[in-house]
């Protein structure tokens, strides 16, 4: 049932400690930089993911009663591995999702992270114990696991967002089922490959491929009792809706539209580096990119313009694997073509487009999915290239006069992902980050992704659900609370009446 | 539109800081301990409903913007208050819900105690902070109000339920619209107006009496951010389901099933004098009430058996008004004949009936709603009475061999919400406690409610939601985090280029 | 014995629950506003002292056996009281101290809050609980309270410092002596009383009023498990020294010398007015008290001693007890000719004397101990009025070209205790609270006394141990670490076999 | 200088990178099973010490600038190195403390944990944030680096106890002066090396050898911030009271006399067995073994030494290298003689010698210091055996009638370290737990070391100081609390009026 004679090799699942292949649909998987596909995806049926889930199941009660410890060092130990791997990680990355290895080990080194804090699992799983709640009775928390949970992660980030998960998922005592993106699934099944080297038994992790079919079972089997989920908001909502109608818990980020507002007192060569990375890196296509650069006055929108124009016509974009590029192709042919018109509608629509990348050729690349920077100005609120995601090259300049203005402007957007403010002023980024309504708030920091020892999250349709990604919370979201109160009856061994019963055993 | 010339007050609504009657539809409030109702209440129209949720988004952003100090004092002010009309307020429980007056005390003091524990806001709003998370790179945590919140409380506990959940949602900077059980509304109004007289601005807690059409205006509207409900399943899983489908955060907690487990080597007596309390008190009206025995040999049974009938028989059933009374009525008469048909099914189903609480009668209160307390032997897995709450005094003795049996028995059954354990024997307890999926565990102690500085909440088909009721999770159910993450540009004003800006100011 | 015959009260101690005249020692205490003494203090001698401490070990065993929520409800009931009594209490610490009236209520104020966070205590005292630190073995901390702990405290906050200590300390279920300053004794002995009609009972706090003798006997009574001090740099080194020599726990606040970095951002009518309270309030008698401004350049040097100036020419210097004066007079006749003394060295070592407040005179109170507010210029390291702590109204200007001359100058003064800095500017402020070797650190905030759920606590010379006062530090710090790990035997009452036994009992 | 024309080796001292030999005083280090020395260590002169110091004063600007996640990867790292070398190390602790290959290997894995604990230091170096204090006010607590701290350690745990304390204090951002136990230096010595191929800078970690005036060098050095030491009592306490008196902060942990409790529930074969261990492993010389059995009860008292001689008999004393033995020699001549005399004195006192082990001869080892278990019967309190820590393997029965009995002879002897009770009895283990004055507690577990995420320390006597080494407490030994307090000019950026300033400049 494979796509193409090409195909090389077949992606398939892992299933309580081996690979499966159960021979049912699969799908290409493309080398966005070539438009190739020699490896193909195996999209899993019902059974297939139920059998994984079954593993889950069966490898459950061993696991959650290993000390924390031990887990904790399995982590320890992948972290290891995963370095080990690094360039290999890397590569796979690259090949399938298309963003630069320099970029590709960046993701990774966040993943890496999530691993660490994951090993940090003795003292995150600490409950609270009180001593004489009332006269000699006492009362503590423990954070028990769940048993079998699931993650469903986006095509962006490959490697890093299912290690946002799984590894803190297990670390507390849960088995747990993956189902990557099928766009770029190699990634992440290599590393739970690595993470069963590392010792962790079969079935803990189990990695199932697929599409629609997969997230269903996922989402209506009983067994399942925790998912988490990244991807677009309408699916983040679908994926909450239905899981919580199934009893589930289920924590569910979705999309996102971030502004960076640059005040008049910005460092501005800063501002526009920042811009760069933040608008361009990996195409755009990232829930953290900032689309948006809210300037507050026309000078400083000026300014910003000056400054990207000239970096932007500096800017080198080919295949991954080049290094010496700054942004690789997007994923995907249809994916190119949307947000190329995005970038249509926004002319349409009477933004001023001063940088168009849509006739970028990538020399020796041509069935590539490139498509070069685009930079607009005069983008405002009601276009679609302002209120929409377009997870693409393209950056827009919103102009403002007053900081409440800029303020207004993301308050009032459905998405409240990330945001950041340029200034040198304490009063004017504490005045923000007080009253932003987004979860993720950078001072000068254009992309304010938490360490791993804190957690991301957005506010509004950016995140359904009450507790954000990775850190403390996910140690919340992967546990559920047992509360246990003990009182002793009084007469006991204690007493000197307990020396007639040992004689009577 | 009132039902009946003997009404003599009609329970209104409170929003943005006055008593609303809204003239709409309205519905009797029962004396159950005479069957008479001399009082009505108000069902919220969605007008009336959206109005409360219009005054909450008002009051909003000047209370999230007050010091968490200061809120924390009204709740303290608030905890003086109604200490000085604990007796007024066990008053209107008794008069409607039935309860003994000692008993009606205790719900308050218990609800006094989520007050006491929101007034501690100013420590458990604190945030994580880190320096340094990259060189000259900080960031941070915080705990930020979410807007307009809401609750949905049951007739059983009309003052504590209530308070399980406002107070920490407005002592965290929220605003809440509550919508007490229409069957017992008066307390809950009063509260909330003490809490004005407390100190808490208009519009900060609303209350508005009614039925389903409140309950779905607070499930479907959009401003309103979290829902937390404590209820019967079917509603819990009907609230979970819809408010996650509107985008919503919700915990909703349903019924339970407890059973205590009676160990050969348990103190018996102590075993039996806890098991009356937990059995018939409140009339077994109580979601940790616990229903069935289950004794670990048949000696265990039959000790218990002979303790319990010769409790049971020195029982005084009547009006809860007076306090040499051990239990009052039912809470309505449906509810009345439902209780009776489930002992008439156990009876049916071959469970064997010891006491019969039937046919009791209430000189002089023949018209109340008074059902006599009910034991049954030889309750088996598979019988209604087994497995279904019954909500009244019956309580059932369950006969098993071992603890193994006893715990397989629990961790079958559909609900997880309360369990305890008697024995003296520290393996068996811990045994117990690390393996039953159960969220409220004690040990010797038959009612595990957690106090107010831990959380409550079960498991399984008990609660539906990631965080539990009041304690340290609600104050994350009623928080958003927001992650701050900042660095400053370096050329500012510390450098000594610096002394040329004040000059051209 | 006593001094003199106008003396009309004799502030005796309190022990075991009542006030004791142990017909030793007295010495004066003088309304500094007049210069006359109708009080007179008795001076502890060591068996009083002894007394306490025996009260003390006495009343531990119950109350540390008392559930920490009833510990805490007294707190509760203690704030009540307090504010209750507050026109009082305020009146109290004026007629001895001389503060003036608004200023000793908010004195009492920040001591209430004290209190207040004394009664979350039940959330402070939660130790960790790991479940499964090996296979089925548990352990978790316990933070249980030491014994008799006691606290010497100085004239300046005669009734907040005291409520710094023994509220957590007996919240946390220690027993406690304060030794209050014998300088102004009245106000601590009077809340000590309402401690006790809040439901502390006897013995549980006693307080003993004397001076070197009481304190030696605190400091090497073996009974006497921590000591707590509040003064001067010299006495505080000594009581460490010796407080640890008798083996106890100890923490010994000593002086400061507090520096306000004014930057060329600044908004500087907000610095001058913050620093007019911040230098003179109190008389300077505090030892968060900012007796040097360092300008960053001369121009802010110029623009700050301006508006000083104007602002000092508005001062109204006269009795406490008049709450339109905004400086009363300075506590003792000895510590006013040493504050005049400072200002003479000061003008000898060649500062320049811009306003001098030697020669004033208040009308109607001429034996009191009246200084009017002193501004220097040109003050420098290496004069004495640089380097010691004069405590008094005493304001000298220190003139630096950059941020960091001003902060080598904080970093090599001796004291440590508080700074701050006036700034607009995000990097500045960052840079100096991440560099500055500073305790309590303000950022536009002349006095950063933390809240009192933060912990107050200087650096080098000005504190002496590891744990900071009150806050969450006081917890740690009142309570010793017990770590409890528990493995049951695995044969017990949960086998089968356990069914032969109870036949035998 | 050298002692002895055998030597071959010189251990000398860590400094700022750099293994140096300062060619001053040194000492032979002997192989216990031998009574041979091939090694010497050098003792480190005033001015060695004094130029480690310097070198920690040195490295500190940059290591507290170094983000706590990099410090925390070095541990990492450290880790796998530590396991790499694991058979070295403990090849040297054998070598030079005795104690059996296997037992090595053991206290080696428990540092290993400490410096797992200590690369978790992101998540615990976390402070406190509080937006809104007051109006716009925020607040937040940090816990900054002390500078160069300094640690002292013991002969009985060369490798494990110093690892309790310089991966915590450096991973704190601290620099790091450790002094190893001049009789067992080498594996210390080697394991700082491993530190530094992890990638610890120069200077951050100092290893000096020497003996007091060593010792006294750290103590006074006004550049050291804070001391760490294990060892004796009277050590602790001159350590304590001298490092107090300049200023430091120090904990001081001293000697231990723990006892177990046996119940006559309790599973007797279990504690015979755990009592072999706790007895007898590592020749008795941990501050944690257990040299004295409180029988509760006679029969209990005969069954535990029915069962403890039939396990001595099968004992096997030798030389450490051969991990068929149970025992090895003990650290030195005069320790061995002292022991023996600890014997005989017991035996004059008048307890029973049930088991004499001083006339054990190791055939092939007959100068290595070894000596028998050996067994008393018949201990009491007043005895030098009861009173005093012998550090040797002589295990002593003491007979009481209750449990009561029991704790009233533990909580009356000088010191606090560790106790355990075994019993099956819920009631009995939580009185035990509650009410017994020793820091760390056992139940059914003989030496009840907290795990690395705990913390550990006893009481009374056994501890000087107020935090317990490793774990929690040693995060806040290690660092000093700052408390930041920030409010914002309000007339900044953020309004129109800055519009003119951008064109000024």
Same mark, same amino acid.
């Given at each position: 049932?494979?796509?193409?004679?090409?195909?090389?090799?077949?992606?398939?699942?892992?299933?309580?400690?081996?690979?499966?292949?159960?021979?049912?649909?699969?799908?290409?998987?493309?080398?966005?930089?070539?438009?190739?596909?020699?490896?193909?995806?195996?999209?899993?049926?019902?059974?297939?993911?139920?059998?994984?889930?079954?593993?889950?199941?069966?490898?459950?009660?061993?696991?959650?009663?290993?000390?924390?410890?031990?887990?904790?060092?399995?982590?320890?130990?992948?972290? !290891? #591995?995963?370095?080990? $791997?690094? %360039? @290999?990680? *890397?590569?796979?990355?690259?090949?399938?999702?298309?963003? &630069?290895? +320099?970029?590709?080990?960046?993701?990774?080194?966040?993943?890496?992270?999530?691993?660490?804090?994951?090993?940090?699992?003795?003292?995150?799983?600490?409950?609270?114990?009180?001593?004489?709640?009332?006269?000699?009775?006492?009362?503590?928390?423990?954070?028990?696991?769940?048993?079998?949970?699931?993650?469903?992660?986006?095509?962006?980030?490959?490697?890093?967002?299912?290690?946002?998960?799984?590894?803190?998922?297990?670390?507390?005592?849960?088995?747990?089922?993956?189902?990557?993106?099928?766009?770029?699934?190699?990634?992440?099944?290599?590393?739970?490959?690595?993470?069963?080297?590392?010792?962790?038994?079969?079935? !803990? #992790?189990?990695?199932? $491929?697929? %599409? @629609?079919? *997969?997230?269903?079972?996922?989402?209506?089997?009983?067994? &399942?009792? +925790?998912?988490?989920?990244?991807?677009?908001?309408?699916?983040?909502?679908?994926?909450?809706?239905?899981?919580?109608?199934?009893?589930?818990?289920?924590?569910?980020?979705?999309?996102?539209?971030?502004?960076?507002?640059?005040?008049?007192?910005?460092?501005?060569?800063?501002?526009?580096?920042?811009?760069?990375?933040?608008?361009?890196?990996?195409?755009?296509?990232?829930?953290?990119?900032?689309?948006?650069?809210?300037?507050?006055?026309?000078?400083?929108?000026?300014?910003?313009?000056?400054?990207?124009?000239?970096?932007?016509?500096?800017?080198?974009?080919?295949?991954?694997?080049?290094?010496?590029?700054?942004?690789?192709?997007?994923?995907?042919?249809?994916?190119?073509?949307?947000?190329?018109?995005?970038?249509?509608?926004?002319?349409?629509?009477?933004?001023?487009?001063?940088?168009?990348?849509?006739?970028?050729?990538?020399?020796?690349?041509?069935?590539?999915?490139?498509?070069?920077?685009?930079?607009?100005?005069?983008?405002?609120?009601?276009?679609?290239?302002?209120?929409?995601?377009?997870?693409?090259?393209?950056?827009?300049?919103?102009?403002?006069?007053?900081?409440?203005?800029?303020?207004?402007?993301?308050?009032?957007?459905?998405?409240?992902?990330?945001?950041?403010?340029?200034?040198?002023?304490?009063?004017?980024?504490?005045?923000?980050?007080?009253?932003?309504?987004?979860?993720?708030?950078?001072?000068?920091?254009?992309?304010?992704?938490?360490?791993?020892?804190?957690?991301?999250?957005?506010?509004?349709?950016?995140?359904?659900?009450?507790?954000?990604?990775?850190?403390?919370?996910?140690?919340?979201?992967?546990?559920?609370?047992?509360?246990?109160?003990?009182?002793?009856?009084?007469?006991?061994?204690?007493?000197?009446?307990?020396?007639?019963?040992?004689?009577?055993?």
């Amino acid at each position: 049932m494979n796509h193409d004679k090409n195909v090389t090799a077949t992606v398939g699942h892992l299933i309580d400690g081996k690979i499966v292949h159960d021979g049912g649909r699969t799908q290409p998987v493309f080398n966005p930089a070539t438009g190739q596909s020699t490896v193909s995806v195996e999209l899993a049926s019902k059974a297939t993911v139920e059998a994984a889930i079954a593993s889950g199941e069966k490898a459950f009660p061993a696991w959650r009663n290993t000390p924390p410890l031990k887990r904790a060092r399995i982590m320890g130990q992948l972290k !290891v #591995l995963l370095e080990q $791997n690094a %360039d @290999k990680i *890397a590569a796979m990355i690259t090949a399938e999702h298309g963003k &630069v290895l +320099a970029d590709a080990h960046g993701e990774l080194q966040r993943g890496i992270e999530n691993v660490e804090f994951a090993s940090y699992a003795p003292e995150l799983l600490k409950g609270e114990h009180s001593r004489n709640v009332g006269p000699n009775i006492d009362s503590w928390s423990e954070f028990q696991a769940l048993g079998v949970t699931a993650g469903i992660t986006p095509f962006n980030f490959p490697a890093m967002v299912p290690l946002w998960m799984w590894p803190m998922a297990v670390a507390c005592g849960n088995t747990f089922v993956l189902k990557p993106s099928e766009r770029d699934p190699t990634s992440a099944l290599f590393i739970a490959q690595l993470a069963q080297e590392a010792g962790l038994p079969p079935g !803990v #992790l189990n990695v199932v $491929n697929g %599409d @629609k079919e *997969a997230v269903d079972t996922l989402l209506h089997d009983p067994r &399942v009792k +925790a998912v988490s989920f990244v991807g677009s908001t309408p699916i983040a909502e679908y994926i909450y809706g239905e899981g919580c109608k199934s009893g589930k818990r289920v924590q569910a980020l979705g999309g996102a539209k971030n502004h960076a507002v640059v005040m008049p007192d910005a460092d501005i060569s800063n501002a526009v580096t920042a811009m760069m990375g933040a608008a361009y890196g990996s195409c755009g296509e990232r829930c953290m990119a900032v689309p948006l650069v809210v300037a507050v006055g026309d000078e400083v929108a000026d300014q910003m313009i000056a400054g990207l124009s000239a970096e932007i016509a500096k800017m080198k974009v080919g295949p991954g694997t080049d290094n010496s590029n700054d942004m690789g192709p997007l994923i995907t042919k249809p994916h190119f073509e949307k947000v190329k018109a995005y970038v249509d509608s926004g002319v349409e629509e009477g933004a001023k487009l001063l940088i168009d990348g849509r006739s970028l050729q990538v020399a020796g690349h041509e069935d590539g999915y490139f498509l070069g920077p685009c930079l607009f100005d005069n983008v405002r609120p009601g276009m679609k290239i302002y209120q929409e995601e377009i997870f693409g090259p393209v950056l827009g300049i919103v102009r403002v006069k007053t900081l409440q203005e800029a303020m207004d402007l993301i308050n009032a957007h459905e998405y409240g992902n990330g945001t950041c403010i340029f200034t040198r002023d304490g009063e004017a980024a504490r005045y923000f980050s007080d009253h932003i309504l987004v979860g993720m708030v950078g001072i000068n920091v254009p992309l304010p992704v938490p360490v791993a020892y804190h957690s991301f999250g957005g506010w509004k349709r950016s995140l359904f659900g009450d507790l954000h990604a990775y850190g403390p919370d996910a140690v919340r979201f992967y546990t559920k609370r047992k509360t246990i109160t003990q009182r002793w009856p009084s007469a006991g061994v204690r007493d000197g009446a307990v020396f007639s019963f040992p004689s009577s055993r």
